[in-house]
């Protein structure tokens, strides 16, 4: 048996520049951040021919074109199995569709369980091409390419997403105390909305294909956003990234009309009053996680507990997607 986890993403700026249809013509950058909360994949042979999965469906069929779950058939696919006998589980520590890039994850960690199993060892990077080949090239997902790359490298890690597809990766070079800083006082709250990023991501990729000049000039502008996140940090002042995430914020609402609601917007107003420096909805938006950088973080978490916002506490990851039993 092979046991694989993938852990999920907070993105500290940048979001959005990650998409094909941005960086092919000018370039993304974005921070992103792997968290302790994982997607696990396992990966068994079991006595009887077949190829057996279980996650929030159960599937036994014959040929791999018979799988209905479209990631494992495409990874299953990309793998021409002669006579399949292979058995799959997936589970999960945060629900999808909730912002944390879970989608990525569970691809990277399908991928390295599936290369475990046949004893192939796969650099962060190949690894991550792999599963953006798998969702975007063959799935035709409309989405970008850190939530692969952040899964397979874990860390606090900065990615630049060049015009010819090459992504270039290296860590965020922060100082202990910074780091513990960002681990303290970035909070997450479930709003209780589970959302599918698609209809956002599409609306994005057909403005930006199109050269729509507004949402180009947003992108350009959370790019830059970004890169004085990235000083702020590695200069240490992880107080001054509340301040980016709420200019962030602002300009991300602006982008996608139903990025937010008057729900999540009371929320967010509500949190600013009670020790929030700033933050953002986590993903494309519409639902998900708020994440917030709090300078009281006692006042925050107990105005959002009264609103009935679950916080989830987590820490870092510096591992990315690992083999936890072979």
Not at 51 to 80: C, F, G, N, T, W
Not at 189 to 210: C, H, K, P, Y
Not at 293 to 315: N, S
């Amino acid at each position: 048996m092979i046991i694989v986890r993938s852990p999920l993403r907070i993105t500290l700026g940048g979001g959005g520049t990650d998409l094909p249809s941005y960086y092919r013509g000018h370039e993304g950058f974005l921070i992103a951040a792997a968290i302790n909360k994982y997607v696990y994949v396992t990966v068994t042979r079991p006595f009887s021919s077949g190829i057996y999965l279980k996650y929030s469906a159960l599937e036994h069929v014959e040929r791999v074109d018979q799988v209905r779950h479209p990631v494992i058939r495409e990874a299953l696919a990309l793998e021409e199995p002669r006579t399949p006998q292979i058995e799959i589980t997936t589970l999960a520590d945060i629900p999808s569709g909730t912002g944390l890039g879970s989608s990525g994850s569970f691809t990277t960690a399908l991928l390295k369980a599936l290369a475990a199993h046949r004893r192939e060892w796969l650099h962060p990077a190949e690894l991550a091409e792999r599963a953006c080949h798998i969702e975007i090239e063959r799935l035709r997902e409309p989405i970008g390419k850190q939530d692969q790359y952040i899964a397979a490298y874990g860390g606090l890690t900065c990615f630049t997403f060049k015009k010819d597809g090459q992504v270039g990766a290296e860590p965020l070079r922060v100082s202990t105390g910074t780091m513990l800083d960002l681990e303290d006082n970035l909070l997450l709250f479930f709003t209780g909305f589970a959302r599918s990023a698609s209809s956002i991501l599409d609306d994005q990729r057909v403005r930006s294909e199109a050269g729509d000049q507004e949402i180009l000039r947003n992108l350009h502008y959370v790019k830059d956003i970004a890169h004085r996140s990235r000083t702020a940090l590695e200069s240490g002042n992880p107080r001054q990234l509340g301040e980016l995430l709420h200019e962030h914020w602002e300009h991300k609402k602006r982008r996608y009309g139903r990025m937010s609601n008057a729900q999540i917007d009371e929320w967010y107003e509500l949190a600013r009053k009670n020790g929030a420096i700033g933050g953002k909805l986590v993903g494309a938006g519409g639902g998900g996680f708020l994440m917030f950088y709090a300078a009281d973080r006692g006042a925050l978490r107990q105005a959002m507990a009264r609103a009935g916002l679950e916080e989830v506490r987590f820490r870092f990851d510096f591992e990315g997607t690992k083999v936890v039993l072979s």
